[in-house]
């Protein structure tokens, strides 16, 4: 699986220094005044750029990216060493020669492989926070101006799908995670084009401001996470937890996000009063609709957006009654586990986001004392970190 790179730390390297490396040549042509915004941030004014996401996928043609680069390192030094002994010429001219040599025989991938098409956003993020209120606004924004083509489920199959000149994709699959946060963008906002350039969707920008097209690919990841979480029995692509505002015990804690470097549990039972205590976790409850109780002992916060969070939450969870449901998110903020079945006991088959192949659990040493599930999930949680791939570049949350 191309989207997994655990096993080859190297390229990881090499992945986060090509697009560093992109991203510090924009800012730096934006700080001079040489490139201008596009949609608010600063437009990458070449309509090609490296590629990461192809590298992922030929391994062979990413080493030989990294022996060029390492030859042109190789060869600045000798550049400047020759400058450096520019008295001594047979000594400079040798260094040249061998700077030349390097740089020559260097092993360069083939182009197409290590450049693709570019646009103005490429290199944009998404700047607006992944809360339920973003999701549930670009919720909005989809079925009034998006569903009639993508379907009621993000899968390609609306009303008027068929009669567009292409297929509207199904987003329900790695279409969303495998494309930079810029590019999907730059097809919402100015639309799409076929190989001989001819229109095959129209842009929105006319219709939605820049800020509610960010907010709509928000909402589609967290509904292709769900939808795939049905088909796949997997969060195949890693998805937050959503940010949500929340009132705690501690009153420096206001949001989600305030809590990022814990593990959370997020328990959506009608009593919350019902649940053991764990102090391995910070534990929130989504308490069922209606006005909002008071805030029991037995968890640390109590999420207040009532209606909102359980409509973004029913997104991600792919199923949108979110009744007795437990879900866990680890120290960075993915969401990792689920249990649905209120307050019964965790197993191995709950751990929904593994960042390993293997569906087995690592061997544990025999151990005396039996261990049970939740303690076992939360050590792969611990353990396993989420790392992965968005536009070719290995992420992890901001
Ligand atoms: C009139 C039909 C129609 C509407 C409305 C529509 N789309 Fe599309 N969309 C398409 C078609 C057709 C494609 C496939 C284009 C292609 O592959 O050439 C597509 C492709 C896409 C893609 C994939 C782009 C890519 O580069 O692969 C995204 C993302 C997308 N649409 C998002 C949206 C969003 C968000 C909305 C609502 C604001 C929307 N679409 C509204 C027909 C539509």
Redesign the pocket.
């Known amino acids: 699986m191309p989207e997994r790179v655990a096993d080859a730390p190297w390229l990881i390297w090499l992945l986060e220094a090509i697009h560093r490396g992109q991203v510090g040549l924009l800012q730096l042509l934006y700080g001079l005044g040489w490139t201008g915004e596009v949609d608010g941030q600063p437009a990458w004014p070449w309509t090609q750029r490296l590629a990461g996401e192809y590298l992922l996928v030929d391994q062979a043609q990413a080493r030989q990216l990294a022996w060029s680069l390492g030859a042109i390192a190789a060869a600045l030094v000798l550049l400047a060493l020759a400058m450096l002994w520019r008295r001594r010429r047979r000594r400079s001219l040798c260094l040249l020669g061998m700077a030349l040599a390097a740089v020559v025989l260097a092993p360069w991938p083939s182009r197409q492989v290590v450049l693709v098409q570019a646009v103005p956003s490429s290199f944009h993020r998404n700047p607006l926070p992944f809360t339920d209120a973003a999701i549930v606004r670009g919720a909005a924004?989809?079925r009034?101006?998006?569903?009639?083509?993508?379907g009621a489920a993000g899968d390609?199959q609306?009303p008027?799908?068929s009669?567009?000149?292409?297929?509207?994709?199904s987003?329900i699959g790695p279409?969303?995670w495998r494309?930079a946060d810029g590019?999907?963008l730059?097809?919402?906002r100015y639309g799409?084009?076929?190989g001989q350039g001819r229109p095959?969707?129209?842009g929105?920008a006319g219709?939605?401001s820049v800020a509610q097209?960010w907010e709509?690919?928000h909402f589609?990841r967290a509904q292709a996470a769900g939808r795939l979480l049905n088909a796949t029995g997997n969060w195949a692509q890693p998805v937050a937890l959503p940010d949500m505002p929340l009132r705690c015990h501690r009153p420096d804690k206001t949001r989600v996000r305030d809590w990022r470097g814990q593990r959370l549990r997020l328990v959506s039972l009608a009593d919350a009063r019902q649940l053991p205590p764990d102090p391995r976790m910070v534990t929130l409850w989504l308490p069922p609709a209606g006005p909002l109780p008071a805030l029991p002992e037995q968890v640390d916060c109590i999420v207040v957006s009532g209606v909102v969070a359980q409509q973004a939450l029913g997104l991600v969870n792919g199923d949108a009654a979110m009744r007795d449901v437990q879900l866990l998110a680890d120290k960075d903020g993915w969401l990792r586990a689920r249990n649905s079945r209120a307050v019964g006991n965790w197993n191995d088959e709950d751990l929904l986001c593994r960042s390993t192949q293997d569906t087995q659990a690592p061997a544990t040493p025999a151990a005396p004392v039996a261990e049970d599930g939740l303690t076992r999930i939360l050590r792969r949680m611990d353990l396993e970190p989420v790392r992965y791939v968005k536009g070719g570049r290995v992420h992890g949350l901001r």
């Open positions: 924004q989809y009034r101006l998006c569903l009639q083509c993508h390609g609306g008027e799908a009669a567009q000149p292409v297929w509207p994709p987003f279409l969303l494309r590019e999907l730059q097809a919402v799409v084009r076929d095959t969707m129209a929105f219709q939605l097209s709509l690919l589609l």
